[in-house]
C-alpha cells in the first residue's frame, strides 16, 4: 500500500478513533469492567455482563453524540493500522493486490460478533465497506465547487484543502515509472444487510426508530448467549423476557402486526412464569426483602403430587371422620408407588388417634386395608421388624400403572415431609388431636409462597376444606384456635365461604405452595 509523503499526512488531521472494550474482573466472578480508549473516560464495573454490554453501548453512543460530522479533511484512521482487518494475509506466496483508500470519509461503527468490544473512528468509505461488521453512522459533506472565474490555489494542488488518500496522484513531479501505472481497483459492491434474528423473526435492517432495532438486536445476541451458559440464571431470563415483551410490543406498534403483539403476550408471561419459579427455588416471596427458605419438598411437581394424594384419599376414602382420613393419608403415602409399604407401631400410635387399633380393624374389614399378621402384632412391630401392609386400590396394573403417578424416589420424600408435618414439635408438646394434625396438613399444601391460605392469598373454600379434612362447620373454630395456640397460624379469619390468614413463617419449610 503507497504510504503518502509526510508533508502531506502532516498537513491533514489524523482520524479519531474510540474503542470501547468488555473484559472480565477476576475469575469465577459474574462482574465486568467497562474501558475506554479515551483519557478522560473513567473505567467502569458492572454486576453482570448484560449490564456491562449495555453501559458500553450507551458509553460509545454518548461519544458519537458528542463528536462532530466526520471532518472531510481527516485522512483514514484504518490506514493507520495497515488495514489489517481487510487486507488478504500477506504471508502467503502470492502477493497481495494493493490497497488503495478512497471516497468520503465517513464515521464508522465496528464490533466483534462476541459483544467483547464496540469501536468508531474515521475512515474512508471503501475501508468502512470493507470491513466485516462495520456500518455506517455519518458521512461527511462534499467540499463545495469554486467558481469558474476564481483561479485555483497552488495549495489546493497539494491536496491540503481536500480529503486525500493513498491513491491520490497528487504531489511534486517525480521520474516516470518503470512500467505502466495499475488502473484504480473497482470499489466493491456494496453487499446487503446481514439478517439478524430474534425468536425465528428477521428483524428489517430498515426498522425505525434506530433504539428499538438496537435493542431487539441486542436481545437477540443475549438470548444466544443465555442458550450457551452451563448454568441457568432465572433471574436473567426472566428480565430478558420482560425486555422483549416491551420491545415486541413496541414492534407491534410500529408495524401493526398482531402476531407480534401475541408474542409480546407470550413473553411477558413466559416472564412471570420464570419469576415465579425462581421464587419457589428459593423460597423468596414476591418482593426481593423476603427472606429465603428452605423447603423439604423443593419442586413444584412434588407440591403437585403431595395435593394429589390428599384429593384421592377424599375420593375413596370408605371411612368418615378426620381420624380415619389421617390415617389413610398416612398409610397411602407408604404404599403409593407398590401398594405395599412397611408399617411399625410407632407410625399408627404417634397420629394422635384416640383408637388406632379400632381404626384399623375398620379399614381392614372394608377391604382397604390387609394385613398379613394381627393387628396386636402390628402395633407391637418395631424398625428393626417392620410389618408390611397391602393397600388394594393401590395395587399397579398389569400395565404398570397406578391412581397416583409418582416413582418410586419421590414417595419416600413425600411420606418423610408428611411424618413431619403432623409429628410437628409443637403439636406433640400441646398433645393435638388428629382433627388438628389433619388441618395443619391442608393448609401447608393450601397457601402461597409467603404462607397466605389460598390461591393467591385469596384464601380456602369452606366446602372444600370440610370435604378434605372431613369435619363440620362447628368444628373448625377450636381447630384453628389451637393452630394459632402451636404457632401453625399467624392470624386467620373465617367468612361464611373462605378460611383466611397466614401461616406463621417456623412452619414455612414445610409447606407445598400453589402455584
Known sequence: MRKAPVSELDERLS?????????????????????????????????????????????????????????PGAHCACRAEGCHAHLPDTD??????????????????????EGRWWQAMECCSRCAAATPGTRTAATSRAPEPRPADRPVPATA???????????????????????????????????????????????????RPIALRDELVELGNLFRAYQQRDQPDLVLLADLHSRKASAFAAWAETTGDP??????????????????????????????????????????????????????????????????RLLMVMLTLRAAHTGT????????????????????????????????????????????????VTIPSLVPDEDG??????????RPKLSGWAQRTVSDKKLRKAKAPAAT?????VLATHSSVDGCLGPDGQGIDLDRLFSWCAIGPGELPPLTDQLTATDWLAEFAVTPTRLTGRLSERVLPLTCPLT
Open 15 to 71: 482520524g479519531r478513533r474510540w474503542t470501547v472494550r468488555l473484559d472480565p474482573v477476576g475469575r469465577g466472578g459474574a462482574v465486568v469492567r467497562v474501558s475506554c480508549s479515551r483519557p478522560a473516560c473513567a473505567e467502569q464495573r458492572l454486576p453482570s455482563a448484560a449490564a456491562g454490554r449495555a453501559a458500553a453501548v450507551a458509553h460509545l453512543k454518548a461519544h458519537l453524540r458528542a463528536a462532530s460530522a466526520p471532518r
Open 92 to 113: 502467503r506466496r502470492a502477493p497481495a493486490e494493493t490497497w488503495r483508500c478512497g471516497g468520503p470519509v465517513v464515521l464508522a461503527v465496528a464490533t466483534d460478533r
Open 157 to 207: 494542488t497539494a491536496g491540503a484543502g481536500v480529503p486525500q488518500f493513498s491513491h491520490a496522484g497528487t504531489g511534486p513531479a517525480g521520474p516516470a515509472p518503470a512500467g505502466p501505472v495499475p488502473a484504480p481497483r473497482s470499489a466493491p459492491g456494496r453487499r446487503r444487510p446481514r439478517q439478524v434474528k430474534i425468536a425465528q423473526r428477521v428483524i428489517p435492517h430498515t426498522l
Open 259 to 324: 402476531s407480534l403483539r401475541l408474542d409480546a403476550q407470550r413473553a411477558e408471561q413466559a416472564a412471570a412464569t420464570i419469576l415465579l419459579q425462581h421464587q419457589q427455588r428459593t423460597g423468596q416471596g414476591a418482593s426481593s426483602d423476603t427472606p429465603a427458605v428452605t423447603r423439604l419438598l423443593t419442586r413444584p411437581g412434588q407440591w403437585d403430587c403431595a395435593r394429589s394424594v390428599l384429593a384421592h384419599v377424599t375420593e375413596t376414602a370408605p371411612l368418615p371422620g378426620p381420624e380415619a
Open 341 to 388: 409399604g412397611n408399617l411399625v407401631g410407632q407410625d399408627l400410635t404417634g397420629l394422635g388417634l384416640e383408637e388406632p387399633a379400632e381404626l384399623v380393624t375398620q379399614l381392614v374389614d372394608s377391604g382397604w386395608l390387609r394385613l398379613p399378621c394381627t393387628i396386636a402384632d402390628l402395633l407391637a412391630s418395631r424398625p428393626e421388624n417392620p410389618t408390611a
Open 401 to 410: 400403572s397406578g391412581p397416583l403417578a409418582f416413582g418410586r424416589k419421590l
Open 437 to 441: 394434625r389433619l388441618l395443619a396438613l
